[in-house]
């Protein structure tokens, strides 16, 4: 495999409207499959990566769904167990018309939480040329975290390298703590790809073009600082670069971090130059938005590559 990626796997169980909170009674929608790595990794296969996952899921429906969906769009689900005893993750979720969600979380202590040393097959992650961390799975519990460190420490032993999107949330940990956990996979990946707020948060430099610029300091070669609507930044030790966005009504902006995230590895793989690879990350991430629920935006090559001919980049 190309790319693999590994953490948590889990369904989204939405509101139905915006303003409407989780703790009343009302309609809700999905499931949809989710999981922060498991949008990246759906994405990457959908552009034709050849790509795997480490993950598990429930022996019940909402695992059985995850795996199909990922299965049907081109991942290797080889490394996904079905646990026969443990629930899948589930998470529920309400928008705000202010565009802040609330999330209330079944995850930790689910499937999505298991990780066995079974699913630590060296010679599959010793094959792999981009391994994609998500901050999240950082956070889900220790064995996740110890899981995801030997991943990378095997990976680039074996001469693959390592991209990390720190999607940390601060009302779920401290900063402190996000800094720690972070900085073993920070100071050993080739890529990060994070937002203006995470930037800030791991560097405590109020400014994110001046956080961006010192995240290059902790280790990686490449920051892409995601920045919306307004598109994204990327910074090397030689260069900075403005790659604008491309205008698109958002239905729902989640998980499109995510799948900037995979336009942009996908470029890399492809070995062109980093405006290009800027401008089809910016292409992926701006489809992403215009569908409801968290992977269902998940592009095609086909549909990328006719939003880059039809668009410049340009606002
Ligand atoms: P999340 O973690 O919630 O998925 P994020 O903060 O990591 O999001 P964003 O900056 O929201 O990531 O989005 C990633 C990329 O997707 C942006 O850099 C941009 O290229 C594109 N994008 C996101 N929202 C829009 C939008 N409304 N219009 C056009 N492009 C967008
Ligand atoms: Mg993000």
């Known amino acids: 495999m190309l790319v693999v990626s590994m953490g948590e796997l889990l369904v989204e169980i939405m509101r139905e409207r915006v303003d409407e909170p989780l703790g009343v009674a009302g309609t809700f929608v999905g499931p949809f499959p989710s999981g922060a790595p498991a949008i990246f990794i759906d994405t990457v296969a959908r552009l034709g ?20 969906r990922l299965k049907e769009d081109g991942v290797d689900t080889t490394h ?18 202010d565009g802040t969600r609330k999330f209330i979380y079944h995850i930790s202590r689910a499937a999505s939480g298991k990780i066995s040393d079974g699913q630590f097959d060296s010679s599959y992650l010793s094959k792999v040329k981009y391994l994609h961390i998500m901050g999240s799975s950082l956070s889900v519990n ?17 001469g693959g390298k390592i991209s990390f ?55 990686p070669s490449i920051v892409a600082l995601k920045r919306g609507r307004e598109g994204s930044w990327i910074y090397t030790k030689k260069d900075k670069l403005k790659a604008p966005s491309f205008s698109v009504e958002e239905i729902d902006p989640t998980g499109a971090g995510d799948c900037f995230d995979a336009g942009f590895i996908v470029g890399i793989l492809q070995g062109w130059p980093l405006e290009k690879v800027a401008r089809f990350a910016n292409a992926v991430g701006a489809l992403a938005v215009t569908k409801k629920g968290p992977m269902e935006g998940a592009p095609s090559l086909r549909e990328v590559e006719e939003m880059l001919r039809k668009k410049g980049g340009e606002k």
């Open 49 to 68: 990566i050849p790509c795997g996952f480490i993950g598990s899921v429930g022996k019940d429906d909402f695992g059985r769904l995850i795996v199909k």
């Open 80 to 97: 996904i167990q079905l646990l026969p005893d443990c629930t899948t993750g589930v998470a529920f979720v309400a928008y705000s018309g």
């Open 142 to 158: 220790e064995a996740w975290r110890k899981a995801c460190y030997k991943a990378a420490e095997i990976v680039k032993e074996s």
């Open 165 to 219: 999107d720190p999607n940390l949330r601060p009302e779920l940990l401290d900063i402190g703590k996000i800094r720690e956990i972070s900085e073993p996979i920070l100071s050993s990946c080739e890529i990060v790809l994070p937002s203006g707020e995470e930037a800030r948060m791991l560097t405590g430099i109020e400014d994110a073009d001046r956080a961006s610029q010192r995240l290059l300091e902790y280790g």
